[in-house]
């Protein structure tokens, strides 16, 4: 019988405060996973574009039980139209008028949402970037340095998750530079 107080948590690293770590962090806690997130900002970023929620957006939020608070912005029915050239007019179709009933929200408003939502005991480091990543057969060594203090540390997890964007740093210390992977859509 295993006593689940003295049971270790795996630990995961998760490099990026947006949507897609948040969220990341967020399942794997609830999978019983102890996430850390880093962050290279100094601070939570505001605000953000427009996203249009359709299902399988509508979805994932409802799974992450955040949906009530991620909202939804788009207002009252309008009626749209379509102006041709010689400025004649006829029913249009807008947002509301798409199948599956999506929701307007700022990409701000989908954040939020998933950071009220992480628990306490998920720990959020900001300023900070891996610098180098080390993996063997039994996980992985991440050293991380605090651009506040300059201070470096290594710390022992057992998934790093790269949630830091194209120009990810976790790729580039994991299998080389951004060139090697990125390509122009038109070649």
């Known amino acids: ?18 949507i897609s770590g948040i969220a ?17 900002a ?18 994932s939020a409802a799974r992450l039980g955040v949906l009530d608070a991620v909202g ?5 029915p309008v009626q749209t139209f379509e102006i041709d050239r010689s400025g004649r007019k006829r029913k249009g179709m807008g947002l509301p008028d798409l199948p599956g009933g999506p929701r307007l929200v700022l990409r701000g408003d989908v954040e ?4 009220s939502a992480l628990p306490a005991d998920v720990e959020v ?27 470096t540390t290594t710390e022992r997890f057992d998934l790093v998750v790269g949630a830091d964007g194209m120009r990810s740093t ?4 994991v299998f080389g530079p951004h060139e090697a992977f990125l390509r122009p859509m038109n070649t």
């Open 125 to 151: 480091r900001f300023a900070t970037s891996p610098v180098a990543i080390a993996q063997d057969d039994r996980g992985v060594d991440v050293t991380m340095r605090d651009a506040t203090t300059g201070a």
């Open 42 to 59: 100094p601070g939570r970023r505001r605000g953000g574009y427009a996203v249009a929620l359709f299902g399988t957006g509508v979805a």
């Open 112 to 115: 939020n949402a998933l950071y």
């Open 24 to 40: 990341t962090a967020l399942r794997l806690h609830r999978l019983g996973w102890q996430p850390v997130i880093l962050e290279r």
């Open 72 to 76: 939804n912005r788009l207002g009252p």
């Open 170 to 173: 976790v790729r580039r210390l």
């Open 1 to 18: 019988m295993t006593n689940s107080a003295t049971t270790r948590r795996p630990r995961v690293l998760v490099v990026g405060l947006g």
